[in-house]
């Protein structure tokens, strides 16, 4: 059963740094395209951003919201991804997933989210 | 960025209702659009993909359809646990995906 698992999240001040991690079961991650994606929180429609990816090949990619600040790896065992994010600002503050891409560059197995909220 | 528009963003129906959701882009994007359902709490789930195809285990009252920039998400009949919110996206341009802002299906 694929099953995906974030953790890290937390209470940052701006200006600082987390580091999140995502558990991957019942597959091998360097064998998929994976990606961080962010919700915002708070009332209302939420909405849902790609904050980076990282290829089969290795490559990774970011948005210009998080470049710079963010950075995407993967473990060479195949079970953990990470988001290492610096430069906090209180507009990161979101739920992060981790998600994988299917056919079609859909997001076939999310993780259940991991809350980061940046404040002073 | 291509932009994603879902209408409405709130949309009333009662069990048994013939419900359909509408997402444009800014741009043509052939048939590169998915449709996930969202429940509070918790994870999007990919109902949809590449327009009309059903995500596995997904029940056969969801459909898909569209091309180019129009695309709508349809629920043949209501039941309890489809009151969630529905978004769309489009995955023509990789890895710089983006979302509609989403459709809350309320009762």
């Known amino acids: 059963e694929v099953q995906l698992v974030e953790s890290g999240g937390g209470l940052v001040q701006p200006g600082g740094s987390l580091r999140l991690s995502c558990a991957a079961s019942?597959?091998?991650?360097?064998?998929?395209?994976m990606q961080w994606v962010r919700q915002t929180t708070g009332k209302g429609l939420k909405g849902l951003e790609w904050v980076s990816a990282i290829g089969t090949d290795g490559d990774t990619y970011y948005p210009a919201s998080v470049k710079g600040r963010f950075t995407m790896s993967r473990e060479d065992d195949g079970r953990s991804l990470y988001l290492q994010m610096n430069s906090l600002r209180a507009g990161d503050t979101a739920v992060y997933f981790c998600a994988r891409v299917g056919r079609y560059g859909a997001y076939d197995y999310w993780g259940q989210g991991t809350l980061v909220t940046v404040s002073s | 960025d291509i932009q994603m528009t879902q209408s409405p963003s709130s949309l009333s129906a009662s069990v048994g209702d013939r419900v359909t959701f509408t997402c444009r882009a800014s741009h043509n994007i052939n048939n590169h659009l998915n449709w996930y359902q969202q429940r509070p709490g918790k994870a999007p789930k990919l109902l949809i993909y590449d327009t009309s195809n059903l995500q596995s285990g997904v029940p056969s009252r969801f459909s898909g359809s569209g091309i180019g920039t129009d695309f709508t998400l349809a629920i043949s009949s209501v039941v309890p646990e489809d009151f969630a919110t529905y978004y769309c996206?489009?995955?023509?341009?990789?890895?710089?995906?983006?979302f509609g802002q989403g459709t809350k299906l309320v009762i």
């Open positions: 996206q489009q995955t023509y341009s990789m890895p710089g995906n983006t």
């Open positions: 019942g597959f091998t991650l360097s064998n998929y395209d």
